[in-house]
């Protein structure tokens, strides 16, 4: 086999977000804010709990897109009302 070039890693300043970047990234803080203060310090076992596999939770949390009814079901799972969870979200 041979080696493998690694690509540099694109540099994302502040400048080049989106709007739709700027809003995954604040969801994403936001899941992980509200399920540390749920009691949940390990995002492993939430995400088992809730039936969603690790790696795409870790990609939730570090601002992936990800569709409502996830969404939903992340809020419900940490035992929240949609309108505490986007409290203060702005």
Do not use: C, W
């Not at 041979?2 to 604040?26: A, C, D, F, W």
């Not at 310090?41 to 601002?63: N, P, V, W």
Request: aromatic share 12%; net charge positive; no cysteine.
């Amino acid at each position: 086999m041979g080696t493998r070039i690694k690509k540099p890693k694109k540099q994302v300043s502040l400048e080049n977000i989106s709007p739709k970047e700027e809003i995954l990234r604040k969801l994403g803080e936001t899941i992980k804010s509200s399920r540390k203060k749920k009691g949940f310090t390990s995002f492993e076992h939430f995400a088992y709990q809730m039936d969603i596999s690790r790696s795409l939770y870790a990609k939730y949390e570090a601002g992936s897109d990800l569709r409502v009814s996830t969404l939903f079901r992340i809020i419900q799972g940490m035992g929240m009302k949609v309108s505490e969870f986007f409290k203060g979200f702005d």
